[in-house]
């Protein structure tokens, strides 16, 4: 399977945004998702994206972030918005081998994984 690989993370004031990409060829009917871990902490789920491009959001980030994807470019989105401190984190693209991602979301049930992206939001 060709890797999954994060890019466009940086640092950002607080109400700032960002978009992050994730280049995945090979995982479009794929459950696919956006987690995030902080220096310790668990890692949490932001956002999951199904085949058929339904989607879910953990509570967190409803209202600010919003989690796409592009068929033909083979491309995972996550645009964030009105970033706050507390979305600092790696944030990893990540993919499920079921066209469906199930109803609760668990970071270890995930197949394949990035490498990641640091976001960094400052007050």
């Known amino acids: 399977q060709v890797p999954l690989v994060e890019s466009g993370g940086g640092s950002v004031q607080a109400g700032g945004s960002l978009r992050l990409s994730c280049a995945a060829s090979?995982?479009?009917?794929?459950?696919m998702g956006w987690f995030r871990q902080a220096p310790g902490t668990r890692r949490e789920e932001v956002a999951t994206i199904n085949g058929d491009g339904t989607r879910g959001y953990a509570d967190s980030v409803k209202g600010r972030f919003n989690i796409s994807k592009d068929n033909t470019e083979n491309t995972l989105y996550l645009q964030m918005n009105s970033l706050k401190p507390e979305d600092t984190g790696m944030y990893y693209c990540?993919?499920?081998?079921?066209?469906?991602?199930?109803?609760?979301?668990?970071?270890?049930?995930?197949?394949?994984w990035g490498q990641g992206t640091q976001v960094t939001v400052s007050s």
């Open positions: 990540a993919a499920y081998r079921n066209y469906y991602c199930r109803d609760r979301v668990i970071w270890a049930d995930f197949d394949y």
């Open positions: 090979g995982y479009m009917n794929y459950c």
